[in-house]
């Protein structure tokens, strides 16, 4: 992983959690591609913090 960021869309507020029955959280998803190759969906929990997922 490695390169600035090239494009960037976002970002969205998504629902988390509401299928468990335990209540839903939220958190704020953007989508980055890198100039360096690669699309990555970055996304901020207001209690687990920032995290990301490679695509």
Do not use: K
Not at 30 to 46: E, V
């Amino acid at each position: 992983m490695g390169g600035r960021v090239a494009q960037i869309a976002g970002p969205w507020r998504t629902r988390h959690g509401w299928w468990r029955g335990e209540g839903e959280s939220h958190r704020d998803d953007l989508d980055a591609a890198l100039s360096g190759g690669g699309d990555y969906r970055i996304f901020h929990h207001p209690v687990n913090g920032v995290e990301t997922q490679y695509d």
